[in-house]
Nanobody
């Protein structure tokens, strides 16, 4: 299984932007894996944010982030990114990246998860 780690979380004001990164341990290559971004807010179930295929040709966004968030990947840098713009308090959650060998959008399919990074959107 891949070892993944997220970075780039923090506190941001409403309307602000953040970019999350998902990197794999050096001995692993992300290029063979689909990557999903998920989030979980207190008291809520984990939900999909966005998923990207291993080639980057297929990308899916949840309706709640469509037009505000952008997922991309740089396989040469072994990193997947989540650019988040126009953040609002409803985006506050722990954000996770996860991997699976096949492109999918269901969190139940992903079998390797990072520890998560906290995003807080507040004045």
């Amino acid at each position: 299984q891949l070892q993944l780690v997220e970075s780039g979380g923090g506190l941001v004001q409403p309307g602000g932007s953040l970019r999350l990164s998902c990197a794999a341990a050096s001995e692993f290559s992300l290029r063979y894996y689909a990557i999903g971004w998920f989030r979980q807010a207190p008291g809520k179930e984990r939900e999909e944010v966005s998923c990207i295929s291993n080639s980057g040709e297929n990308i899916h966004y949840a309706d709640s982030v469509q037009g505000r968030f952008t997922t991309s990947r740089d396989n040469a840098k072994n990193t997947v990114y989540l650019q988040m713009n126009s953040l609002n308090p409803e985006d506050t959650a722990v954000y996770y990246c996860a991997s699976f060998e096949i492109y999918t959008t269901s969190p139940f399919d992903f079998d390797s998860w990072g520890p998560g990074t906290q995003i807080a959107v507040s004045e």
